[in-house]
């Protein structure tokens, strides 16, 4: 029997993932988080969410930059260890905590320099930074909100964003459903929930998609940097 709880937080998660391409983790994680356990919820939602990375980086294909998601992607795959231990032996909430106070710093950035009429380059070691922990942390968290940081200072349009932004989940995901089907984290009852979620997922991921569509560039551009300052604010208050 299906969970309308967890149905509603599905399809709250991928309206926002098909608006903007990523924050799908913390939308769900931070509805469901007052009554389930991470370890019920991470691997439900990997499984749900793998086909519409699919769908959004098949539709983005002519978009994607080997140059910009490649490197990213070996980052996450090498953080994607220690976060499937990380999952198994507790909540690290503490780094949580600290890594939203930084996603909001990014954000916030990321705003008052969209707002500038002329943007200066971003230094080549601040960029590497901003890559380097982005990968690691949405190895280790399962959450892509400084990942989606990096992408979108390397992008120069939505599409663009969400093309090289997902196939680093895909990659991402594909490599934590191995190791979670390895470590025991996914189990028949998961993979049962996650057969019957993805109607929600596709029909949220649907209304998210047409959304994309009516709003032009710099207003989709804001709504993303919205959501990385939200993410931050969610992962504070949900791991206080």
């Known amino acids: 029997m299906i969970d309308i709880y967890m149905a509603i937080a599905m399809t709250a998660a991928f309206i926002v993932k098909g608006l903007c391409g990523f924050a799908n983790t913390l939308v769900f994680t931070s509805i469901l988080s007052f009554h389930t356990s991470n370890i019920n919820i991470s691997p439900v939602e990997v499984l749900v969410g793998y086909p519409s ?5 098949w539709k983005n294909r002519k978009k994607l930059d080997w140059k910009i998601w ?3 992607a070996l980052l996450v795959i090498l953080g994607c260890i220690p976060g499937v231990f990380f999952l198994k032996i507790g909540n690290p909430g503490f780094l949580k ?4 106070f930084v996603v909001i710093g990014v954000g916030t950035e990321m705003l008052l320099r969209d707002r500038k009429k ?8 601040i960029m590497g930074m901003i890559g380097v922990l982005s990968g690691l942390l949405c190895g280790i968290f399962g959450v892509g909100a400084l990942l989606a940081a990096y992408v979108g200072r390397t992008t120069q ?12 989940f895909l990659i991402e995901n594909t490599f934590r459903i191995i190791l979670y089907a390895v470590t025991g984290i996914i ?38 940097i919205l959501m990385l300052i939200l993410s931050g604010i969610s992962l504070i208050i949900s791991n206080v």
């Open 118 to 125: 002329e943007q200066k380059k971003s230094s080549k070691m």
């Open 53 to 57: 990375n699919v769908i959004i980086v």
């Open 70 to 72: 490649l490197p990213l």
């Open 187 to 224: 189990r028949a009852d998961v993979v049962k929930n996650a057969f019957l979620l993805m109607p929600f997922m596709l029909m949220g991921l649907g209304i998210g998609i047409a959304l994309s569509r009516i709003l032009n560039e710099k207003t989709g551009k804001r709504i993303i």
């Open 97 to 100: 905590i600290l890594f939203g």
């Open 157 to 168: 349009d939505n599409s663009s964003f969400k093309g090289n932004l997902c196939i680093v």
